[in-house]
């Protein structure tokens, strides 16, 4: 499976991962998106992790992003 490599990519291409496995949409509450959960304002104080798993399936998680501002995708 080739991932995009940019991202503001991979986090579309996630987000649409996501949903498509659900039927193509998930009820969430309103105050998922509010800076205390999004952990800032945009969510940017966070990264997420794609790990593949033994059993075929991919395990993505929010972790603390790391330091800096370079951005970038990291394969595993």
Not at 30 to 45: E, H, I, K, V, Y
Not at 69 to 74: E, S, W, Y
């Amino acid at each position: 499976m080739k991932l995009p490599h940019r991202p503001e990519d991979l986090s579309h291409a996630t987000l649409v991962a996501i949903l498509m496995h659900h039927g193509g949409s998930m009820d969430i509450p309103a105050d998922a998106f509010q800076a205390d959960a999004l952990g800032g304002p945009d969510g940017s104080w966070h990264a997420v992790a794609m790990e593949p798993q033994p059993n075929g399936t991919m395990r993505i998680s929010v972790r603390p992003r790391p330091a800096g501002d370079a951005g970038g995708v990291t394969a595993i």
